[in-house]
């Protein structure tokens, strides 16, 4: 029979064990850190109605979607989490407590060319704040240290937090008289730190037939490089939304330092407007320091009315959307994934060294039953191989048990890291074990 070739699709992440474990403890650190917040966590389906999840969507996003067809069903696998999210808190609306805080970690997928970095399945870690009605600006100036512990969480140092607002930048295309061209203004503005100012002036100038006088103002504008907020208030009193998207932003950065964020991780940059339309006020986007190729790690903002295809009831929210995929691969490629993080499958390995295997397992069960991972090691190998199966596992502890252990009440624990080999009592080596394995689990999984 002709053997097939095993392959991984392209686009799809498939990891090694090792890898696997430090992917999912960046995943556990999300979790604890959004639920420190009093978020709950959410596990919505893979696959939705087709009118469900293209409701707002437009022809791009149709050609990107994975769609199935089964009978008279007509599927699509979700390709990110915000659209079953308005589709769960319009069902469910009568249900809910207002504010609604919710998390979700989970796979989305998109039908686009698989490039470096950017995958066809991949994980996103999503937060998102709903209101009934009214959302207060609090929950805008929040976000930040959520991001902010988040990443800290992963032990990422090396990172800043941009934050603008669009209505301030809708009000000030308003009063350089930009009119009609302002949404298409709004996504090159966008752009500025991959093209350039020179190239943003040529788009404006060239492309959106914008007068010089007017794209020199609007670039003098979003490169700013004193105190953002002295350029803000050369332009206050002169429209309504420039002068909401002012207030709302100053209400923002008011806020970040009791929330726990230090000024060297965030940034008020008059450039980060979010290209899609589905923003309305705040804005944020994540960039880690020193690897501007890499563009935004987290990005998110406020919207006016998430739920507005489903449903009558005005439902403003704020949230964030991390690519946890996308993050994970960054971090491996620039060699910042920490080696030294934990990642065997167990802390103990148990050696039996007698053919009655009774003690190792009564011994196995007392060691877990203290919240350590144990394996027992039985098969008939050599004594050398058996250690090197826990060298090439990692697992960090070996214990021996030979007669001599078993008849002085004893067993003998090999610490694999440092080479040091102690005997004494099994509740005695237990207890320490269960120290020294809890210090190697609080590493974090990124280097700073």
Do not use: W
Not at 178 to 188: D, I
Not at 200 to 225: C, G, K, N, R
Not at 346 to 369: G, K, N, W
Not at 371 to 387: A, C, D, M, N, Y
């Amino acid at each position: 029979m002709e053997k097939i070739k095993p392959r991984t699709l392209s686009g799809f992440m498939e990891l090694l064990p090792q890898q696997q474990v430090i992917f999912d403890t960046m995943s556990r650190r999300l979790r604890d850190s959004f639920s420190l917040y009093g978020f709950t966590p959410l596990d919505m389906p893979l696959m939705e109605a087709a009118e469900i999840l293209l409701a707002k969507g437009g022809g791009e996003t149709e050609k990107q979607v994975y769609r199935v067809q089964k009978g008279d069903n007509d599927l699509v696998l979700r390709y990110e989490l915000t659209a079953s999210l308005a589709k769960y808190v319009a069902l469910n609306f009568g249900r809910l407590t207002f504010p609604f805080r919710r998390y979700e970690i989970g796979k989305v997928y998109r039908g686009e060319r698989a490039q470096r970095g950017r995958f066809r399945e991949f994980y996103q870690a999503d937060i998102d704040i709903i209101g009934d009605g009214v959302l207060d600006m609090i929950n805008d100036a929040e976000i930040p240290s959520i991001i902010y512990r988040c990443f800290k969480s992963f032990g990422l140092e090396r990172f800043v937090i941009n934050i603008n607002n669009r209505k301030l930048l809708s009000g000030f295309f308003e009063i350089t008289g930009v009119g009609a061209a302002s949404t298409e203004v709004m996504r090159a503005v966008d752009k500025l730190d991959k093209i350039g100012a020179e190239k943003l002036a040529e788009v404006l100038t060239a492309d959106l037939s914008i007068p010089q006088s007017t794209a020199s103002e609007i670039i003098s504008f979003v490169t700013y490089q004193g105190d953002p907020f002295e350029i803000i208030d050369k332009y206050k009193g002169m429209n309504g939304l420039f002068d909401d998207g002012a207030n709302e932003l100053g209400v923002v950065k008011q806020h970040l330092s009791g929330f726990g964020v230090p000024e060297t991780h965030f940034k008020i940059n008059l450039a980060i407007a979010r290209g899609l339309d589905y923003y309305t006020g705040t804005v944020y986007e994540t960039m880690m320091t020193g690897y501007p190729e890499v563009g935004s790690v987290c990005s998110g903002g406020r919207y006016d009315n998430l739920a507005e295809y489903y449903t009558d009831k005005k439902l403003p929210g704020v949230g964030i959307s991390i690519g946890l995929t996308r993050l994970f691969f960054i971090l491996q490629e620039q060699g910042l994934l920490n080696d030294e993080i934990l990642t065997s499958p167990a802390d103990v390995l148990i050696i039996p060294m007698t053919e009655d295997l009774s003690h190792a397992v009564s011994l196995a069960t007392s060691m877990r039953e203290e919240g350590l991972r144990v394996q027992i090691h039985s098969e008939s190998k050599k004594f050398k191989t058996k250690l090197s199966y826990a060298d090439k596992q990692g697992i960090p502890f070996v214990v021996f048990l030979g007669e001599d252990e078993i008849n002085s009440g004893m067993i003998t624990v090999k610490d694999m890291l440092d080479g040091a080999q102690t005997t004494a009592s099994a509740g005695i080596l237990t207890a320490g074990l269960r120290e020294k394995v809890a210090v190697l689990r609080l590493k974090a999984p990124v280097r700073g």
